[in-house]
């Protein structure tokens, strides 16, 4: 069975532009969530997907947002991109129910400049 | 709202035992789940503690203590590939939290250094 897969997996963006990330989970999985890491914060939650419906989401400002469709891919956005959005953006899916357990994406690296 | 406190970096050396602690503030949860992240790589679950008490998988162990709002991984047999990083997080499913849905909190992950 194939893993979590997210592209892209580097990406330079400058302040001020949007990104728009992207997550395929694990075949039957329908539960989708989102998190940002960095050296200072460690893991973040930023929201959660399931049946294309964001059941929860951390805090974090308006400017990040998300989706997640039919075939429970899901994408990430952010825009007005700040020097302190520069993270290692991790997906991660589940099964409905077992969100204990969470089986994660490569993740994608942002660097705002 | 919800915390989690972890040792920065625990150093150990290889065969030896480690115990990595997990301490928590929360207003309900599920349970605890423990999680391995190599340096540049995802985070892989190790374990599950829904009921106090510990759960062995192979060379890990996790506890959990409800009571003592407590947890902690234990590593047996240390290995130089255990060289990684530990989180501890609490689940939370949705009838704990505002705005339903499942959420995992992460604690701030203990660097765990195996040295021969």
């Known amino acids: 069975k194939a893993g979590v897969t997210q592209t892209p997996r580097y990406l330079i963006k400058t302040r001020g532009q949007q990104v728009t990330l992207s997550c395929s989970p694990i075949?039957?999985?329908?539960?989708v969530s989102w998190y940002q890491q960095t050296p200072g914060q460690g893991l973040q939650f930023l929201f959660e997907y399931f049946s294309e419906t964001q059941r929860n989401k951390g805090n974090f400002p308006g400017r990040f947002s998300g989706r997640q469709f039919s075939n429970s891919r899901s994408e990430m956005n952010v825009s007005t991109l700040e020097l302190g959005d520069s993270a290692l953006y991790l997906c991660?899916?589940?099964?409905?129910?077992?969100?204990?357990?969470?089986?994660f994406g490569p993740g994608t690296r942002l660097t705002v400049t | 709202g919800q915390s989690l406190e972890q040792p920065s970096e625990v150093t150990a050396v290889e065969g030896a035992i480690v115990q990595i602690n997990c301490t928590y503030q929360t207003s309900g949860f599920y349970g605890l789940s423990w999680y391995q992240q190599h340096d540049g790589g995802a985070p892989t679950f190790l374990s599950y503690?829904?009921?106090?008490g510990l759960e062995e998988t192979g060379r890990f162990s996790s506890f959990l203590s409800r009571s003592d709002s407590y947890g902690y991984l234990l590593l047996q047999e240390l290995q130089m590939k255990d060289s990684a990083s530990y989180f501890c997080?609490?689940?939370?499913?949705?009838?704990?939290?505002?705005?339903?849905?499942?959420?995992?909190?992460f604690g701030t992950g203990t660097q765990l250094k195996v040295e021969l």
């Open positions: 997080a609490v689940f939370s499913p949705r009838r704990w939290l505002t705005g339903g849905g499942n959420k995992l909190t």
């Open positions: 991660a899916s589940s099964l409905a129910g077992s969100s204990y357990e969470q089986y």
């Open positions: 503690n829904a009921l106090d």
């Open positions: 075949s039957g999985h329908r539960s």
